[in-house]
Structure formats: structure tokens, C-alpha cells
């Protein structure tokens, strides 16, 4: 059996047909497979860049621990939690998620990466932080050979019909509903 372990691509790959994928609903998973499918590109060759928002910086994510160690995959953050104290102003994230967007304009423009992820996209939209407008330009806006991912729960209609692949995770068990807390490694 080939040791296929430790092995890197070293010429970087480009795509010829970049999709636009969605992962939504109410069920674990969603930047669970976002990571996944960057893990999966970068160890293909392709540059990866993962825009997230609104994420809390209550304790480094387990992702973004990896993600530190691997070649091929820059991340970035752009927009405070409302979880986060002293709470922000919807005003102020608005402003810092406007700042993600442009961001993230400028990434799937540049040539430089292959797979755009931007993960709680919609959850930005759905609490009216970001214009789904805002998000489409960029989405229209980006190189053919981009693949894009939106994640997070309650797209509007606008980013299902923009998009080429829709999953929706669907809650069927959780163990938070037993009271069991995110548990680290796992959760985050
Ligand atoms: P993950 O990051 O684990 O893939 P997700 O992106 O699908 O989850 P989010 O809506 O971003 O889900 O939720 C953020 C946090 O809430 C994660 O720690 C996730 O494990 C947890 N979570 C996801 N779905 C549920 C659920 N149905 N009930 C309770 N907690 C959940
Ligand atoms: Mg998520």
C-alpha cells in the first residue's frame, strides 16, 4: 500500500468551474463541511481562503487551530457576536461585516484563491447586518473558477436561487437538547 500520508500537492491547482454552494438549516454540521471541503481543496493544491463572521472569540476554535498549521488555507474574521461583552451596537457590526464583504470581494477577484468560504453569511442577513444585495454582488462579482460557500441558517430566498448546490442539515437528534454543553475538539 502507497504511504499516502504527510504527502502534499506541490503545484498549486486551479478549478475551471467555480460553483456556488449553500449549507443551511437547523442541524450540526453546516462549518463542519465548510472546514472539511477546505481541508479536502487545500490538500488538492487549491488556495482556500475562509472569511468568517460574527464569530465569538470565547475560546480559539478547534478549525482555526488546524487551519494555523496548514498550507493553503488563510482565515480571516470580520464582525464582533452580539454574544460578545459589552454587546456591540447592530450599527457597529453592520460596519465591520460591510468591511468582511468587501473583503471578500476583493478575495474572489484576485486570482488568488480557489475556494471562498464565507461561514455565517446568512446568519449576518438574518439578523439584518448585512444586505443579502451586498452578499449577491460578491457572489456575482466573483472569477468564474471560484467555488464559493454560504453558510448558516435562514438564507433568503435570494441565496438559494443565486446558488448551484443547496444542503440543508436537518436536526434530527442533538445532544444540547439533553443538556449536553458544546464540548470542545467537537464543537468547537
Ligand atoms: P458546526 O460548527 O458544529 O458544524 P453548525 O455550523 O452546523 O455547527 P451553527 O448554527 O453555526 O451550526 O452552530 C454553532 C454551534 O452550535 C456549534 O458549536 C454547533 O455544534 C452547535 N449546534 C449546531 N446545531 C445545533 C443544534 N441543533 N442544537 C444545538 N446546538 C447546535
Ligand atoms: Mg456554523
Given at each position: 500500500m502507497d504511504d499516502v500520508y504527510g504527502k502534499r500537492e506541490e503545484k498549486s491547482l486551479k478549478?475551471?468551474?467555480?460553483?456556488?454552494?449553500?449549507?443551511?438549516?437547523?442541524?450540526?454540521?453546516?462549518?463542519?463541511a465548510a472546514f472539511?471541503?477546505?481541508?479536502?481543496?487545500?490538500?488538492?493544491?487549491?488556495?482556500?481562503?475562509?472569511i468568517q463572521f460574527m464569530k465569538a472569540s470565547v475560546e480559539e476554535s478547534g478549525e482555526a487551530k488546524a487551519v494555523a498549521s496548514t498550507?493553503?488555507?488563510?482565515?480571516?474574521r470580520f464582525g464582533r457576536s452580539f454574544i460578545e461583552y459589552p454587546r456591540p451596537s447592530s450599527e457597529e457590526v453592520a460596519r465591520e461585516v460591510s468591511e468582511g464583504l468587501k473583503f471578500a470581494e476583493k478575495a474572489v477577484t484576485s486570482g488568488k484563491y480557489s475556494l471562498v468560504i464565507l461561514d455565517e453569511i446568512n446568519v449576518a442577513i438574518h439578523l439584518k447586518v448585512a444586505e443579502v444585495e451586498d452578499v449577491i454582488r460578491v457572489v456575482i462579482a466573483k472569477n468564474p473558477e471560484v467555488e464559493m460557500v454560504l453558510t448558516g441558517r435562514y438564507p433568503p430566498v435570494e441565496i438559494i436561487d443565486i446558488a448551484d448546490l443547496v444542503t440543508e442539515m436537518k436536526m434530527v437528534k442533538h445532544p444540547f437538547d439533553r443538556g449536553v454543553k458544546a464540548r470542545k475538539g467537537i464543537d468547537y
Open positions: 478549478l475551471k468551474n467555480g460553483l456556488v454552494q449553500v449549507y443551511h438549516g437547523n442541524g450540526k454540521g453546516k462549518s463542519t472539511g471541503l477546505a481541508f479536502r481543496a487545500a490538500g488538492q493544491g487549491l488556495m482556500v481562503c475562509i498550507g493553503n488555507i488563510d482565515l480571516y
